[in-house]
């Protein structure tokens, strides 16, 4: 079942935030965020837990809106304009890979004879064919993400959102299970999460595949574009030392010509390091063994 053409507005972006916070089980986004994709693939990539709560209830937005092709995030699911694959939801262990997926399209739509339909054409889509009549309980774990994303393609949505479908997977399970986030993606637009990966790596060579990212990273900085650009090399990082000579570790690297910036938390900083011969971590690492610091974090600050 396609989501009513009263419901979507073919322009509208795939996602679109306006002045948006919101707040869940002790986390608030203090800051209110805006943004907008027309991606068909898009990716949000880092600390955007919440904002998957708010599709399950379990967050609330605080103000402003949060929009999925023109519809609110917090009804998508129920007016059929979104499909959902949590990550390793509880499954009800006595059915079948079958029943499950019948049930799920009947409760969609109420029609038992359309429910088989449905269900048995993600089977076969998805090559599930001969875990049919497996009970859930004895799925692996990459068998369990695959049902879930031929589980939020059973009624044929317009966006199909995927909640880090390959935390932790190994290599063989994760390319599996990343080929089949692009059948999901062939009949549909597709929202995915994945945390700040490493690279290479599955969740990296996943991330290549989209169109655009948005990467929260500590803090709340958000940095978007294309994947070549988001994690192209660059000379900015997010630095935390600890010790008593923060001061003078400083000025020291501003006197190399290092750009800092200072974070809230002591001793935390945005750190651009100048072109050339000097553009190397080594400056900071030296630095702060000069002054006797220890370095409690320094990651690359992504995007251009």
């Known amino acids: 079942m396609s989501a009513p053409a009263a419901i979507l507005d073919g322009a509208a972006p795939t996602l679109e935030l306006q002045h948006f916070a919101l707040r869940s089980a002790g986390t608030a986004w203090a800051t209110p ?24 209830g379990l967050a609330q937005a605080k103000s402003g809106s949060a929009r999925i ?15 959902f694959a949590a990550c390793d939801p509880e499954l009800p262990a006595s059915f079948t890979v079958s029943e499950y997926l019948r049930h799920a399209a009947r409760l969609s739509h109420g029609s038992k004879s359309r429910a088989v339909h449905d269900a048995q054409r993600a089977l076969d889509r998805y090559g599930l064919a001969e875990l049919a009549k497996r009970k859930l309980s004895q799925l692996a774990l990459y068998q369990r993400r695959a ?23 190994d290599a063989p399970s994760a ?12 009949h549909a637009r597709v929202l995915l999460s994945c945390a700040l990966p490493s690279s290479p790596s599955p969740e990296r060579s996943l991330l290549d595949t989209c169109d655009e990212l948005f990467v929260r990273q500590r803090g ?12 192209a090399a660059g000379a900015r990082y997010s630095l935390t030392v600890r010790g008593p000579k923060i001061a003078a570790f400083s000025q020291a690297l ?4 290092v750009a800092l910036e200072p974070s809230a938390q002591a001793g935390s900083f945005s750190v651009e390091l100048p072109a ?10 030296d630095t702060a063994l000069e002054h006797g610091l220890i370095v409690v974090e320094l990651e690359p600050l992504l995007g251009v």
Do not use: N
Request: glycine share 12%.
């Open 276 to 285: 050339g011969e000097s553009s190397s971590t080594d400056l900071l690492l």
């Open 220 to 231: 709340g900085q958000v940095t978007h574009g294309a994947p070549s650009s988001v994690f």
């Open 175 to 186: 390319a599996y299970v990343a080929r089949l986030c692009g059948e999901a993606g062939a």
């Open 69 to 83: 092709l023109g519809c609110e995030l917090d009804s998508a699911i129920s007016r059929g304009v979104l499909g």
């Open 254 to 257: 501003r006197d190399a010509g």
């Open 147 to 169: 049902l879930g994303i031929a589980l939020s393609t059973l009624t044929a949505p317009a966006v199909v959102c995927l909640e880090a479908p390959l935390r932790g997977l």
């Open 33 to 56: 965020l805006s943004l907008r994709s027309d991606a068909r693939r898009l990716a949000l990539v880092g600390d955007w837990e919440p904002l998957l709560q708010l599709l399950t």
